[in-house]
């Protein structure tokens, strides 16, 4: 009789954006090198996510600098073992509402944050969204996403783009996770509607 072995089901690997505890460490000690690596993995995830909120290439990457910043000044926060990206798009969304209640904020200054960390947002931030099969398609996309609500918006981008599961958009959203779903739902239907002949929405 064949019975089940230790190595039938092999352990779950744990997601790619989970922090170590010795990265953790270096970060919290300020080291360069893991800030720019830090910073070089996931800018482009973030800038993708503010573009598609933003509708705007210059104010993305703006608002892209400030959330690393922000991320730098409130690293202590975050917990070893834990997902980057849930708690790096929780960081974008306060930096993108807060945008919006300032009617005239200063720009985020880009030589402070060579002075004080040492390290900046490059231009390559943009790929990601670049990286659409063609400008005309991508054009057609983001005008798409600007007639959304803002939290429909946010919650389809979060769901098809960033993958994030219903229970992490509801966290993130701070509503209940059958909202975060009626919300995804919802603002799937009216893409599908609004991009009939393109297949960026699954």
């Known amino acids: 009789m064949e019975t089940l072995t230790d190595t039938t089901f092999p352990p779950p690997t744990a997601p790619a ?22 910073v ?6 973030i800038y993708g996510y503010l573009y598609r909120l933003e509708g705007n290439s210059e104010d993305a990457l703006d608002l892209t600098q400030e959330v690393f910043y922000r991320a730098w000044r409130s ?14 798009f929780q ?16 720009r985020f200054s880009l030589e402070e944050a060579r002075e004080e960390i040492g390290f900046e947002v490059s231009s390559e931030a943009r790929s990601p969204v670049q990286a659409a099969e063609s400008s005309q398609a991508q054009d ?17 981008v979060l769901r098809f783009v960033e993958d994030l599961t ?10 209940a996770t ?19 002949d393109v297949s960026d929405v699954h």
Not at 75 to 88: D, N, Q, S
């Open 17 to 38: 954006d989970v922090l170590a505890p010795e990265l953790h460490a270096r970060l919290l000690a300020g080291d360069e090198d893991a800030w720019f690596n830090f």
């Open 75 to 88: 690293m202590r926060t975050f917990r070893a073992g834990e997902r980057v990206m849930p708690w790096l």
């Open 166 to 175: 219903y229970d992490e958009i509801a966290r993130l959203q701070g509503v």
């Open 40 to 45: 070089s993995e996931y800018e482009g995830r």
């Open 140 to 156: 057609r996309v983001q005008r798409a996403l600007m007639q959304l609500a803002p939290e429909s918006r946010e919650a389809v």
């Open 91 to 106: 960081v974008a969304r306060n930096t993108q509402i807060e945008s919006h209640r300032r009617k005239q904020h200063a």
């Open 178 to 196: 059958g909202t975060a779903k009626s919300r995804v739902f919802r603002a799937k239907e009216q893409l599908a509607d609004l991009l009939a």
